[in-house]
């Protein structure tokens, strides 16, 4: 009964590749995020979608693409992963008064 | 764009004090203000938010206080409790606007 959820929950991977990590949600919010939260902890947003539809996209490099293919769903490919993409990502979603509930993290090692 | 402060960056108390985490914020159209807690390893989560039509709020031995003219809000914590140990994050927004934007962060020890 998880309000939201992500796997995988740890990722090691090689520089040049290719991975996606998943976000579910079964709270029935309409807004999703993914956050990115680096190793001196900021929490920086990287990407929201409001009922599939990307409403935010911060300066995020192109190698980064989200995809919502329904509202309770929101991924993350990443493309070309490099050295600097190593962190924790954060997938949350988002009450109608403002609340956000974040998932369990994802945390991404690139070598 | 919102810019939100956070101060101090470490804070270490004894068991059974206070502590405040201090908060400021650039856009004056925010109103709505959340704190997270994050322990180690863990989801941040939600423990308090404020919204901008009152000044203070209280959940047990946590509050939060905002002042809208000066563009701070903070949280206080009493009695603190070794479990209380952990990264404490503010946000600032505006309701229904779809943007937190958070603090730096406050790592707050509390010693036995």
């Known amino acids: 009964d998880t309000a939201v959820s992500q796997t995988p929950k740890y990722l090691v991977t090689q520089m040049g590749n290719d991975k996606s990590i998943k976000c579910e949600q079964n709270?029935?919010?309409?807004?999703m995020y993914w956050y990115k939260q680096d190793s001196k902890k900021f929490l920086k947003i990287m990407f929201s979608?409001?009922?599939?539809?990307?409403?935010i996209n911060e300066t995020v490099p192109n190698r980064f693409s989200p995809k919502s293919p329904d509202k309770a769903h929101l991924n993350l490919h990443i493309n070309s992963l490099e050295l600097g993409d190593s962190a924790v990502y954060f997938c949350a979603s988002k009450t109608g008064v403002g609340e956000q509930y974040f998932g369990p993290g994802t945390r991404l090692t690139v070598t | 764009g919102e810019n939100v402060e956070q101060h101090p960056s470490t804070l270490s108390v004894q068991e059974g004090d206070s502590a405040v985490i201090k908060c400021t914020y650039s856009d004056s159209a925010s109103n709505y203000f959340p704190w997270y807690k994050q322990e180690l390893g863990k989801r941040p989560q939600l423990i308090i938010d404020i919204r901008s039509n009152v000044g203070e709020k209280k959940d047990q031995r946590i509050a939060v206080t905002l002042n809208k003219t000066a563009k701070h809000f903070s949280l206080h914590i009493t009695e603190t409790q070794p479990e209380d140990s952990a990264v404490y994050f503010c946000a600032a927004s505006t309701i229904g606007f779809q943007k937190l934007v958070f603090g730096t962060g406050t790592r707050l020890l509390v010693s036995p």
């Open positions: 709270l029935g919010h309409d807004t």
């Open positions: 979608y409001n009922n599939k539809e990307l409403i």
